[in-house]
């Protein structure tokens, strides 16, 4: 990313500098897409869409439903 910003190395590599266009048509473009992304998994729009909020509990990463601290606990005793 720093090629672009010093004249040297993107003309040394055949590039061309960054456009103004870059600065008032992408960039904002960019922060945009973030934004909307960012609200789409905080609010799980995604998962609402597909219906996969009525399925039950979330599954965690061990493949177990989530049930707190006890479900864990009971779990790590019975794996020892």
Known sequence: M???FVPALYTYFGLTGPAKPV???VLPALVAWFL???A???LRLLDRILGLDSLG???SEGGVADEGRAGA???RTTRM
């Open 23 to 25: 600065f008032v048509v």
């Open 73 to 75: 606990r009971r779990l």
């Open 57 to 59: 509990p979330a599954v």
């Open 40 to 42: 789409a998994f905080r």
């Open 36 to 38: 909307v992304l960012s």
């Open 2 to 4: 720093a090629i672009l």
